[in-house]
């Protein structure tokens, strides 16, 4: 079958999340965190690839008491050496105290920002949890690895990558060091995936890079374009996730009004307009009814100033006003779903009703729809397990329908989505070799247990399975 195009990606963070972070798994609790990432801290390949900082992952509230990261659980171990530990989904982070302390917080006296959540203690004091924008001061200031490490995780992503069929995708935020790393692999000869980068309008926490450089990066977006790599792509974070202890997800306000306090990029109207006048294709991520209208409608406005302008995505779509679904076909914008592991999951379910991707109703409303693993928030890149648990809804009832329907959708219409369709999407004459080897015929719906045997790019087997 084709190879497969996932439509939202962190290429960068999963690199490093495998080979420089402590992985602590998610069933870490108040009382094994610190020896967890002590363990698993010193056994990573490179250890020193943030200088003398810890990156873990992740936490899981659920596991604290009260649900309430402390840094206490950290700072016995870690009186110290600063450590950040990822969770929320990758939308909150967990320092020590030495953490917070060097990358400039006033523990005592930190202020509130817009679209940050500080966790405190009654006296106002930092708890250490940081959710959304709360995370900048950490992301901006942490030491970042340098470029030649940048491109050895992401030759050792990229093969995790084909082990699931991906030899196509979108990397949801990419940032000056990336689209750096690419072109020198790309000029070596050794970048082996198409990737469209959605280079970071803001939030700048999920770059790692102060605004004032990435608006540079996307002024000079052109100058990293090569023959995989496509540049011509933006990212905003509009809103956060509807989980518990952050609940940073922007509903709609009895007056049918986006909450305003949950919007993390206030000026996503006039992004999307400048943007879309020079042809690049955003992809916004919202989480809620609030936020979606929002998008939807600075697309609108600029859909009506420059009627011609490309495609625009919206990233997650798990909880969209009814309102809404007929406005994705008619503004020409692709609902990306995503994570697919969440679409069920226990976790999930601690949403309350909140995380609903509700593929039926944006079927019936003709939206042209790609799936993404979120990789990097999600550990694992591949689609399969997750797409098992919803093939039978997708087909209504029908296994058979369903993967055929889901099989499109990881397909030709990842390619759709980023103007790739002459030469990709497709097993067809005149398009390129990037196909996968199953151990099964997908499109019957058999998506439990299935396997990639071979998966070759440009017809040239990168990655084979073990006989
Ligand atoms: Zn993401």
Redesign the pocket.
């Known amino acids: 079958m084709p190879g497969i195009h996932d439509a939202?990606m962190?290429l960068l963070y999963s690199g490093l999340a495998l080979t420089s972070d402590a992985n602590i798994g998610f069933d870490t609790t108040s009382t094994t965190i610190g020896a967890k990432i002590k363990e698993a801290g010193c056994a990573c390949h490179y250890v020193n690839a943030y200088q003398d900082w810890i990156m873990a992952e992740m936490y899981n509230n659920e596991g604290f008491p009260g649900g309430i990261a402390d840094r206490k659980y950290l700072d016995e171990m870690f009186p110290d050496r600063p450590v950040a530990v990822l969770g929320g989904a990758?939308h909150s982070k967990l320092l020590n105290t030495a953490a917070l302390k060097r990358a400039g917080y006033d523990i005592e006296n930190e202020p509130d920002i817009p679209g940050g959540k500080f966790f405190r203690r009654p006296d106002g004091s930092l708890i250490g949890e940081l959710g959304e924008a709360a995370m900048t001061k950490a992301n901006v200031s942490m030491p970042f690895p340098s470029l030649s490490h940048i491109k050895r995780t992401l030759r050792f992503a990229i093969q995790v990558a084909h082990r699931s069929g991906v030899m196509s995708c979108q990397e949801?935020?990419a940032n000056t060091l990336i689209l750096h790393a690419l072109k020198e692999l790309e000029d070596e000869g050794k970048l082996n995936m198409d990737i469209s980068t959605h280079i970071v309008y803001g939030p700048e926490f999920i770059a790692h890079e102060k605004k004032e450089s990435l608006l540079k990066l996307l002024d000079a977006a052109d100058k990293f374009k090569s023959k995989h790599v496509d540049t011509r792509f933006v990212k905003i974070i509009l809103d956060g996730v509807p989980l518990p202890p952050l609940h940073t997800h922007c509903a709609l306000d009895a007056n049918g009004q986006p909450d305003e306090d949950k919007i993390i990029v206030k000026d996503v109207a006039e992004a999307v307009a400048k943007y879309d006048e020079r042809g690049m294709t955003l992809k916004i991520?919202c989480t809620g009814h609030g936020s979606t209208r929002m998008a939807l409608d600075a697309i609108k406005a600029a859909r009506n100033k420059n009627p011609k302008g490309p495609r625009h995505e919206i990233?997650h779509n798990s909880d969209v006003h009814d309102d809404e679904y007929p406005r994705y076909k008619a503004l020409n914008v692709t609902a990306e779903m995503?994570p697919a592991l969440f679409f069920v999951h226990p976790f999930t379910a601690s949403s309350g009703g909140l995380m609903d991707w509700n593929f039926t109703k944006m079927m019936e409303a003709n939206a042209h729809i790609t799936i993404g693993s979120?990789w990097?928030?999600a550990p694992d890149p591949s689609l399969f397990a997750p797409l098992a648990n919803i093939v039978e809804t997708v087909g209504r009832g029908s296994k058979e329908k369903g993967g055929e329907i889901l099989c499109r959708m990881l397909t030709r219409h990842g390619a759709e989505a980023v103007g790739r369709e002459t030469e990709a999407g497709s097993i067809e004459i005149g398009k390129k070799a990037n196909f996968i080897v199953m151990d099964r015929d997908l499109s019957k719906g058999e998506f439990g247990g299935a396997n990639v045997l071979r998966t070759y790019f440009e017809g040239e087997c990168v990655w084979e399975k073990d006989a």
């Open positions: 939202h962190h990758g949801a935020s991520h990233a995503l979120d990097g928030a």
